[in-house]
């Protein structure tokens, strides 16, 4: 139904909204009709309870649309809204539109995109104490219904301000609509006494104001930004090599905006990483009006921090992944910082992807869209090749005084040739390392070590190659990773890292009784490593098993911005965003840890991380320089990576996935089967390719269908998977495959749900 038919908000008696159920029942784009009871009035946005199912389950919505038609359905059939949701605020009508965008493209329930867009601090009212209270106001004049009449009574009996929960369960009224009435019939005055309990996000210590003088680079780029902005919608890829200003790019950007339009609102996406005291302080120092959206924050924050944008106090939002779907009035500019981070795409239902949805936002607010990388995702590069709404910015160099760091490489079987026994840190890195640590220049520095593996072993094994025994997961068909723990017997236990479930390590080879042996290497191995190469070393090891909240991180950054540590030893959490000026060595443990991963973005990912973790050496006077180890010191990805070849790479990486027709080329959906049962789970695999294919074959659609396959984890957590991949036209078009898909849920059999993941354009 259109827009025509379809009012902002309606009153109880003859007229019906459609709702969108917020979990995860797939309903039609449309959402499911509901009448509107006598006394009852509601709008477009607002959450409301309705009955659902034939046992008539209480089930959350929001009602999408509000009409006086029933279309097919009878009237008489049609079931009451039960409750309107006055705590939970509208959602306005332009995020509305966005998420059915987002369910229509990514294939997913449009209740449950509702539910991500508004935070559950916020629907669930934390921290908040706002009260709306009525008392009499004005004459009755004729007769009332018998609930409104119970109610003036009531409100009579106590004489003064009254909250409006409590009135109506004094007077036995089931909803809050007969109140309203009153209120729209002046007999009752209202009033919000309003009190999102304060619960301020500290204000990072001011950042420096100081005014930079920009560099002609970001001269340029910034006009050009602000010229793009003129013009409406329109998407800057700002490719600025790490260190090149390109924060300094987006504050002017954001100043200039708002010198033009003070009220626009400023949506700034960070990686969940990166929202350290600094980054967020950098916003705060230059703008009075910004808002923090991030994991570390309390939920009484969260939703505190959500209605200051909600009510235009803040108009500046610096947040992660979520915060694109900030309440803002009015969207002038969004910025994706680190644009081509995984953490931008959710994991779990709805499968979105931050950057595409935001660059989808400001489409349909006219906004500009600034995104910035010193390694932009090969999706952007080609957008920006082949889309006129694109257009690349260079950064090719750092400010005044700063220069690129120097790499060079080791190569490990060499090293491994000419010195006994397995070292992790190679005879070159720790002579660094100590020289650095010393102090030998004059003055300390600090290095930064990335190993992109957690735990102290990847493989627990028999020694005997000839038996070939390694300990797996009894519940994934995955290794386990050895943890050393002191406590336990042998030292450690063995972890699942993809299920989590944990085993005691055996003594002994259970084919061949050997001595189990520990294979490969992790952060906590190259800890004890560096304990004894270097003692007295004050290291800090950062990964997901140190760092298990946000404020753990944040922590452990401060103390080594402070100089407490002169290493910092972690997995790809090292690699990002930092800008520590006095770190001069940079050290990559082993290059070759994602290079080899069973996944066409193995050479992209690996790319981005050696050039990102590079590029926090060197940020202050002195000189930076990077080591790199490997096992392939030929690997030309590494090669291009450690020349800073961005422009080789991608010509390279680009044109592969060209001849392959494979992302970003052709778009590409994946879909999962999970079943406990194997010949169940192919079953089912094998019927949807089949559907796939006829629904393709029906509709003359150029896309490809590959599988039913084994992914390279073939059993996850007890579940059985086969995979689908369908891949669109080489025109990059995602018209067929969007096709192909919403024919397949229009008959049902496609809704993600337990058996079944679907996830369009999949990052990982
Ligand atoms: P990027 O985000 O591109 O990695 P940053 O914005 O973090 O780079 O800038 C790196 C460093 O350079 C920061 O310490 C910043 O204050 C400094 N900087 C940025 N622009 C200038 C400039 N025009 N002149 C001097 N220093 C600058
Ligand atoms: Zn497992
Ligand atoms: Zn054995």
Known sequence: FGQDESGRSAEGGGSYVRVAIEQGVDVTADGLTYAVPEGMSVGVGQRVRVPLGRGNARAAGVVLACTSEAGDLDPAKIKPILEVDVSAPALPGDLIELARWIARYYVCPLGMVFGS?????????????????????????????????????????????????????RAGAKTLGPVAKLVEAGVFEVRRVDAIVADPVAVAEAASTERLVLTDEQRLALERLIAMGEGGFGVGLLHGVTGSGKTEVYLRLIEHLRGQDPGAGVIVLVPEIALTPQTVGRFQARFSDVAVLHSGLTQAQRNAQWHRVRSGEATVVVGARSAVFAPLARLGLVIVDEEHDGSYKQDQLPRYHARDVAVRRAHMAGALVVLGSATPSLESLHNARVRPSYERLRLTERPAGMRMPRCEVVDLIEERRSRRGIHLISQRLETELRLLIEGAGGVRGQAILLLNRRGYASHIACPDHGCGWVKTCDHCDATLVFHRQDALPRGGVARCHHCGAEQLVPETCPDCGKRVTLFGWGTQRVEDELEQKIPGVRMIRMDSDTMRAHGDYVAALERFGRGEADLLLGTQLVAKGLDFPNVRLVGVVSADTGLHLPDFRAAERTFQLIAQV???????????????????????????????????????????????????????????????????????????????????????????????????????????????????????????????????????????????????????
């Open 117 to 169: 867009i508004t935070p559950s601090a916020v629907s669930k009212g934390v921290g908040s104490t706002t009260r709306v209270e009525v008392r009499l106001a004005g004459e009755v004049s004729g007769k009332l219904p018998r609930v409104q009449r119970a109610l003036v009574e009531a409100a009579g009996a106590d004489g003064g301000w009254v909250e409006r929960r409590v009135l109506a369960e």
């Open 614 to 764: 590079s590029g926090r050496a060197g940020r202050g006077a002195e000189p930076g320089r990077v080591i790199v180890q490997t096992l392939n010191p030929d690997d030309p990805t590494l090669g291009m990576a450690m020349a800073s070849d961005y422009e080789g790479f991608a010509e390279r990486e680009l044109e592969l996935r060209g001849k392959l027709g494979l992302p970003p080329v052709a778009r590409m959906a994946r879909l999962v089967v999970r079943h406990r049962d194997l010949a169940q789970c192919v079953r089912l695999a094998t019927e949807l390719t089949q559907a796939l294919e006829a629904t393709q074959q029906r509709l003359g659609l150029d896309v490809r269908i590959r599988g039913p396959m084994v992914p390279p984890i073939a059993r996850l957590a007890d579940h059985h998977r086969q995979q689908i991949e369908v891949l669109g036209s080489a025109d990059g078009s995602a018209e067929g495959l969007q096709r192909v898909m919403t024919a397949l849920r229009n008959q049902g059999r496609l809704i993600s749900n337990t058996t079944l993941a679907v996830d369009v354009d999949p990052v990982a």
